[in-house]
């Protein structure tokens, strides 16, 4: 892990961060879109882009997701930075599951699956490990149930090598 990544990790669980990072969201959807998932969280942890269909829009909906994998599966969480809501991507993918990742400049279609149970405690242990934030983002949302979802890749899957840092 680079300096720059590590000290990231240990700002994580200051509230200034995640303010800031929230207002640099659009930018990093900006750069992961020219880049076309090739770079997103500058490379800092490893990303991808999940792009969902909106629940009452039908538009296309893209955000830039630190992930872990398992197996062949993409793991992200709704943490929304721990406020004490649920972001909207987290609620497009339980409307519909189907879903598209980039991930260093592929495009991967997947479905999603809401995580529970043993599962997602491994896989929480998981996200934690490489974010350990999360736990902070959890206190601050009120302790509430932060979703994992498990993004599967469906018809042509993700090789082993996809995952990388941006």
């Known amino acids: 892990m680079s300096v720059l990544g590590a000290l990231t990790r240990r700002v994580g669980h ?4 995640a303010a800031t990072a929230r207002l640099l969201v659009p930018a990093d ?3 992961g879109r020219l880049t076309r998932g090739r770079v997103v969280a500058l490379g800092l942890a490893p990303s991808l882009v999940l792009t969902t269909t909106g629940r009452r829009s039908g538009k296309p909906r893209s955000n830039p997701l630190l ?17 004490t809501h649920h972001p909207g991507w987290t609620m497009n993918l339980l409307a519909l599951p189907d879903a598209e990742v980039a991930v260093r400049g592929r495009r991967i279609p997947v479905q999603a699956q809401v995580v529970s149970g043993e599962d997602r405690d491994r896989l929480w242990r998981l996200l934690v490990t490489e974010w350990p934030a999360y736990q902070t ?5 009120g302790g509430r149930e932060i979703r994992v979802f498990r993004l599967v890749p469906v018809g042509r899957g993700a090789p082993a090598d996809t995952d990388d840092r941006g």
């Open 14 to 17: 200051h509230r200034w961060f």
């Open 29 to 31: 959807r900006a750069v």
């Open 67 to 83: 992930y872990v994998r398992d197996g062949d599966a993409f793991v992200v969480t709704g943490s929304n930075w721990g406020q």
């Open 137 to 141: 983002y959890v206190r601050r949302a």
